[in-house]
């Protein structure tokens, strides 16, 4: 037996490339080290081959960004129009803050990109079809899918930038900055935080239940028929 063929038999087999490994290998280091972080020399060092290597299957940066978005938008279960909307929307809203906190650098990313992939498509379509199955106009469709989408994704935002995560977790944080209203002079801001966020259990995140369903609630109105109000809402109305 030859010398280098002894040699390819004890070195181990690497992954052949592919554009799915390089795209899967992105996502996991852009959640270690964001959007800034991932780079294509930064992917190449992490996936241990070479820069070049990597421009047989992407062409750029911005064809990794589609390609990653468009993997998060996959991991999000799209609403049915055959079920009832409420519902679908809340389980469409829980599932999009549950990927956004699985992967914090596309709070600013899912509505960017020009070239929307299939799964990205795909969960846009299936969240128009089930409001416009609900009932709801073209005009309120629209409107709907930009304000439960806009709420989302600033609640995500919002999340994100707390110094707290989960259920009694504020007590850290808040306790020691209720100290400093000691004189009296925010006395709104210790009732806040002494009857409602320093109650055992409390946990941010329930916030984004209750403004949900005011939104939902809200929503449900502008549906023709009974239980809605059988007008088309109008801008500042």
Not at 209 to 226: E, H, S
């Amino acid at each position: 037996m030859s010398t280098s063929t002894t040699a390819r038999k004890m070195s181990p087999q690497r992954t052949p490339l592919s554009r799915e490994r390089v795209l899967a290998c992105a996502l996991v280091l852009a959640d270690e080290v964001g959007i800034a972080g991932l780079t294509i020399r930064s992917l190449a060092t992490s996936m241990g081959t070479k820069p070049m290597s990597l421009y047989h299957y992407v062409a750029n940066k911005d064809e990794i960004l589609d390609g990653i978005v468009d993997a998060v938008f996959n991991e999000i279960v799209p609403p049915s129009p055959a079920g009832e909307w409420r519902q679908e929307m809340q389980d469409r809203a829980h599932a999009v803050r549950r990927a956004l906190k699985r992967h914090p650098w596309a709070v600013g990313l899912l509505e960017t990109r020009s070239s929307p992939g299939p799964f990205t498509l795909r969960h846009h379509e299936a969240t128009l079809a089930t409001l416009r199955s609900a009932g709801f106009s073209v005009q309120m469709t629209a409107h709907a899918y930009a304000l439960l989408d806009s709420y989302i994704y600033g609640a995500a935002l919002q999340e994100a930038a707390l110094p707290f995560h989960g259920p009694d977790a504020t007590k850290g944080v808040t306790s020691s900055i209720v100290q400093l209203f000691s004189d009296g002079q925010y006395p709104r801001l210790v009732e806040i935080a002494t009857e409602h966020v320093l109650k055992p259990g409390y946990d941010f995140g329930d916030e984004f239940d209750f403004g949900l369903n005011v939104i939902l609630d809200g929503l449900a109105q502008a549906i023709p028929g009974p239980g809605g109000d059988n007008t088309e809402q109008q801008p500042g109305r």
